[in-house]
């Protein structure tokens, strides 16, 4: 099967909401909330205008704040908990790899030992580290201390049911009110919804996106080709679909720039926007990024550095100041006004 670039990413922008007639779609995957309200910002360019405070925000995928539908956090936290040795191996990074049921501990100690109606990850960690098994608190370099291993601990809040403020520039947890059950493995939605989600991608970029997680449980999935490269495509087809927004601006984890990166960004674009440390926002101009943007407050004004803004005309010109009223409304409510300026 063959397909262009183009057709996919119109697929993707449709099936994602990104043409504002289905927010939540992309709630499937969980949205990246870090920093705080970028996953409102995600949402709201979908469309969705009543916040977010009736979602979960919890650390899921890779350990990293996400926005989730409570109703699907059981099946994530069927998918996400470890199940052998090599699973929990990739939480664990250079540290020794403890016992399966070393999990299990650091979940009921979160339960018992919860400091107050909220703490802060030091706080918690602090709390349950002197009564876990020397494996699961090893020493520290960074810190100076025996802790509980970062990624455990961001894991053990999943499955201990714990759920974060939804803002602050800390990451603050809400005591839960219940521990939830553990469940038998199921169905691999994650990586269907992945796939249904993004459309063509490399099992690279799945894993990656995926993290440490359930990597063998792949659903069906054949071959295509994409602009003459190789990729895998789940048995739903590639739709036909309008053309993605002619003006877009998006944070560098936003759903729609998920899968081949080849796809979205030239590599002299990508190399811009994708950095590893304060990666700016993403232009993304008829489907494909083409520059980048931040974003600062001057009184009651958000004020959006484009860079080659001078450059962007018409429609997509008008597209971006659309986005940039929403988001706008996202950080600063009704009151705020947005302003959009070459970088």
Not at 137 to 163: D, K, M, Q, S, Y
Not at 201 to 227: S, Y
Not at 311 to 336: M, P, S, T, Y
Request: glycine residues 10%.
């Amino acid at each position: 099967m063959e397909l262009t670039g183009a057709r996919v990413l119109a697929h993707r922008a449709a099936v994602q909401g990104l043409h504002g007639d289905d927010a939540d779609a992309v709630l499937a995957l969980g949205v990246v909330d870090s920093p705080p309200k970028t996953g409102a910002a995600a949402l709201g360019v979908r469309g969705r205008r009543e916040g977010t405070e009736d979602l979960a925000r919890v650390l899921s995928l890779r350990g990293a704040p996400h926005l989730h539908r409570r109703e699907d956090l059981p099946a994530l936290r069927r998918q996400l908990r470890p199940r052998t040795p090599e699973q929990l191996a990739a939480w664990c990074g250079a540290f020794p790899v403890p016992d399966l049921d070393h999990v299990d501990l650091v979940v009921d100690a979160m339960h018992r030992e919860f400091p107050g109606d909220t703490a802060t990850k030091g706080e918690l960690s602090a709390a349950i580290s002197p009564g876990l098994p020397d494996v699961v608190r090893p020493h520290c370099p960074g810190c100076g201390v025996e802790h509980v291993i970062e990624n455990v601990f961001r894991l053990g809040t999943l499955l201990a049911g714990i759920e974060l403020e939804h803002l602050g520039a800390k990451l603050t947890f809400r005591r839960p009110t219940a521990k939830p059950p553990v469940e038998a493995p199921g169905e691999p939605t994650l990586l269907r919804d992945y796939a249904r989600l993004v459309g063509p991608f490399a099992k690279a970029d799945a894993e990656k996106w995926l993290g440490a997680g359930p990597q063998d449980a792949w659903p069906d999935l054949r071959p295509v080709r994409v602009d003459g490269k190789r990729l895998l495509l789940a048995h739903e087809d590639v739709r036909e679909a309008p053309d993605p927004p002619a003006g877009l601006l998006l944070f560098p984890r936003d759903p729609y720039l998920l899968g081949p990166r080849h796809l979205v960004a030239d590599p002299d674009v990508a190399r811009q926007v994708w950095r590893p440390v304060g990666s700016p926002g993403a232009l993304v101009l008829h489907g494909r990024v083409a520059g980048t943007w931040r974003h600062g407050f001057r009184g009651r004004t958000v004020t959006f550095q484009v860079k080659g803004w001078s450059k962007v005309k018409g429609a997509a010109r008008r597209a971006v100041k659309a986005q940039a009223d929403v988001l706008a409304g996202v950080w600063g409510a009704e009151a705020l006004g947005a302003d959009v300026v070459e970088w």
